[in-house]
């Protein structure tokens, strides 16, 4: 049976393996069970950039109706990710610093690092001094839901927290306490030392 | 007048089933009847319940039961007659009664009393009819009057009683009650019927009763204060029975058959002879006769039970000496059985180098058999049996070793039929290249049939297998624990190698397609791909994964099926 890629609606382009029957079932055998696990992570991965997802939930598998219908299922050959698998692959993702569970202490739900912090610590420093707000102070919501769309919109506020607290690190960033809440205030880098 | 003559008073609130001896039965009932006495209706007796047994009538009166029922032995009736009635005189019966017939001298009390027969000492239980009682009831030997009885036959009781009767007597006089006798030992009072104490078991004084009985008959508490003139014509021999309310027919039908039973002359004995015996008397003493005296009659009892005793006592003595001779009979058997088995072990050397028997040549080409074997072998020859089929034993065999070998060449023979035999018979493995341990071991145990193998010892002899099978048969044991026995193509890399094939020529198979196709039972072929599947030559489909359990063709939910191996070597060709 020859496999073929498969664009998605969304146009995405699935991988050939996707329409293989046993990529859906977690595999006894170690080599063919780490393989497939890769594969899994890396199309998660892609398809969070694609559709700009941050998170997954072990919930998502379980009932259609999400945005990760195209990946958890496979309507043509009529295979779907089982939950169980699933929680095994999210288990995978956060060994692999790929995510990290969001909220803490449960393994039902993550937020996925299709950018590592360190990469959206520079893309954010990038869009602040693009956009000429260095040494201003911005609230958390003007970074993520600016009034033009930026790379930065709809990030998640604790990845946004993360990335702040990298570029404070570098003496790049300082977060203030302002009446609405926090704020943030950017400063140019020192010839990133 | 007849009335008071002829019957007795009876306490009416007892019911007649009570009032009845243990040996009478109820014929036939009738309520509604009037009693005439004479030609005279009785003033005491208007209305009232008949009931004719087969030896007396009752009469039960309706308004006084107590005091003016009676009832009439039917042994005094001599003739009946029958009045249908007209208009307002109802239907009547006329009992004739006759003295002469019966005046018992007994009292009816008597009947009510148990007694010891003096000739066979059975106690005669109480409850019997006058008539019945009369007799003894196992050997049926008239009883004597109560009185001789204390006299003649306990002798020794005389003074006693007498003694007792005398030290009792002011307190039964006093108390006038003859229903209590007293003990002389515990001074219980027990009823008068009684001839021991209910307590200590002593003799009762028979005296006393005796007496207050006779004070009772010469005075009884029925005898009417003016007793009306005796006049002895027919008149007053009658009594009318009147029906007031009809069901006189089949009252007096019923009375006419209970009258023509005679139920009361069955076992009665002639007046003044005491001849009459019973059959079981007759033929039991029939060389004695009863009017010898009894000592005889009792001689003759025990002569009976020695003769009975004597003939158990032959009976035995011959049934063990039918043991002895069948002990001595025994002794020729084994020494017969000996003569045969000598007999056969002369005779197997002349079969061993007789041609017919191929068979023997392979065991018995060696002539230091031990005796055992070649009498077991030369007798089973002598008695046509192949010797293909018997099963090897240890007592054929040298040693061990030798043991072993001949067992594996035995098994190779069920597993893969025999190789010289016919071909027709083929073994357990002839269709099948893998087959589990235990079934073997039954399979053979069930072709042996006899001197079965322990599996301590099949598994000893399964390293030997391969040399006597081909192809070869091997061992191994699966994931589970199960151990098979298999041919080549069933060795694990062999079966991992035809399985990849055929998924990689057929497609993804299910679990029970490539059952099918190998001939294996599911749970085998489980067992197996799960040793292939480690090897990771394939990998599974889930069928929980399925989205919808019947998409298209119908699938078995939890079924897995199985993938030639599609992870190993894949790259990535999906969005960068």
Not at chain 1, 168 to 185: D, F, L, T
């Amino acid at each position: 049976m020859a496999l073929s890629t498969h664009t998605t609606t969304t146009d995405f382009l699935l991988p050939s393996i996707h329409s293989a029957p046993p990529f859906f079932t977690q595999q006894l055998h170690p080599a063919s069970l780490s393989i497939a696990t890769e594969q899994w992570i890396q199309l998660i991965l892609k398809y969070a950039r694609h559709r700009r997802l941050f998170t997954i939930k072990v919930e998502d598998s379980e009932a259609p109706g999400n945005n990760w219908d195209e990946v958890l299922r496979n309507e043509r050959i009529n295979r779907k990710v089982l939950p169980s698998y699933l929680t095994y692959i999210l288990a995978q993702m956060v060994s692999k610093k790929l995510a990290v569970y969001e909220p803490p202490k449960q393994d039902r739900s993550v937020l996925i690092y299709w950018r590592l912090p360190e990469e959206w610590a520079e893309v954010l420093h990038d869009w602040v001094s693009s956009t000429g707000n260095l040494n201003t102070i911005m609230t958390f919501y003007e970074i993520t839901d600016p009034p033009i769309a930026s790379p930065l919109s709809g990030l998640p506020i604790p990845l946004l927290r993360q990335a702040i607290a990298i570029l404070s690190r570098s003496n790049r960033a300082q977060i203030i306490a302002i009446a609405e809440g926090e704020g943030v205030r950017f400063f140019p880098s020192t010839g990133k030392a | 007048m007849s009335l008071r003559k002829f019957t007795q008073s009876v306490d009416g609130t007892i019911p007649i089933q009570a009032l009845m001896y243990n040996d009478e039965e109820l014929i036939s009932t009738q309520d509604g009847v009037g009693i005439y006495d004479g030609l005279q209706k009785s003033p005491d007796h208007p209305s009232g319940t008949v009931h004719v047994t087969n030896q007396r009538l009752f009469y039960i009166d309706a308004t006084k039961r107590a005091s003016r029922s009676f009832f009439l032995e039917l042994s005094r009736v001599s003739r009946t007659d029958y009045y249908a009635g007209l208009f307002t005189s109802s239907s009547k019966v006329t009992l004739h009664l006759s003295t002469e017939n019966s005046a018992p001298e007994e009292p009816s009390q008597s009947g009510f009393k148990s007694w010891e027969c003096e000739v066979c000492a059975y106690r005669n239980p109480p409850g019997l009819s006058p008539s019945a009682s009369r007799i003894c009831g196992l050997c049926g030997v008239p009883r004597s009057l109560p009185v001789t009885i204390s006299s003649s036959n306990v002798p020794s009781e005389v003074p006693q009683s007498t003694l007792a009767s005398a030290s009792t007597s002011a307190l039964s006089q006093r108390s006038r009650k003859p229903s209590a006798i007293a003990c002389p030992a515990c001074t219980f009072l027990n009823h008068p019927s009684m001839q021991t104490c209910e307590i200590c078991s002593t003799t009762l004084p028979k005296a006393v009763g005796v007496s207050t009985h006779i004070e009772a008959k010469s005075a009884p508490a029925t005898r009417p204060t003016t007793p009306g003139p005796d006049d002895d014509d027919s008149e007053s021999k009658m009594l009318k029975l009147s029906f007031r309310r009809g069901g006189d027919k089949p009252f007096y039908t019923a009375l006419k058959r209970s009258l023509k039973g005679q139920a009361w002359g069955v076992a009665h004995p002639n007046n003044g002879n005491e001849g009459v015996r019973s059959g079981i008397c007759e033929c039991m003493f029939s060389s004695l006769t009863l009017h010898s005296n009894r000592f005889l009659l009792k001689a003759g009892i025990m002569q009976v039970v020695e003769t009975n005793a004597q003939h158990r006592d032959t009976n035995m003595s011959n049934a063990l000496q039918d043991l002895e001779a069948l002990m001595v009979k025994a002794k020729d058997m084994v020494r017969l059985a000996a003569e045969l088995n000598e007999r056969l072990t002369a005779s197997s050397t002349t079969t061993a180098n007789n041609p017919y028997s191929s068979s023997l040549s392979v065991l018995s080409s060696t002539s230091t058999e031990p005796e055992e074997a070649t009498f077991i072998r030369s007798s089973l020859s002598q008695l046509g049996l192949q010797m293909e089929n018997t099963p090897v034993t240890l007592d054929m065999m040298k040693d061990e070793r030798e043991w072993m070998e001949q067992l594996a060449r035995e098994l190779a023979n069920v597993l893969q039929g025999s190789e010289k035999g016919t071909p027709s018979i083929g073994g357990m493995m002839k269709e099948r290249g893998i087959i589990a341990l235990d079934e073997v071991w039954g399979g053979w145990n069930r072709a042996r049939g006899v001197a079965l193998i322990p599996p301590s010892t099949f598994l000893q002899v399964i390293p030997h297998l391969a040399v006597f099978t081909t192809p070869t048969i091997t061992s191994r044991t699966l994931n589970s624990g199960l151990a098979v026995l298999h041919t080549p193509p069933y060795s694990r890399a062999a079966f991992a190698a035809r399985i990849c094939g055929l998924l990689a020529l057929a497609g993804p198979k299910s679990t029970t397609e490539i059952a099918q196709e190998e001939g294996m039972t599911i749970g085998l072929t489980t067992e197996m791909l799960n040793i292939v599947e480690e090897d990771g030559d394939v990998c599974r489909d889930d069928g929980q994964s399925v989205i919808q359990e019947n998409k298209g063709d119908i699938l078995v939910l939890g079924e897995v099926d199985w993938w030639a191996n599609l992870f190993s070597g894949y790259t990535w060709d999906g969005q960068e």
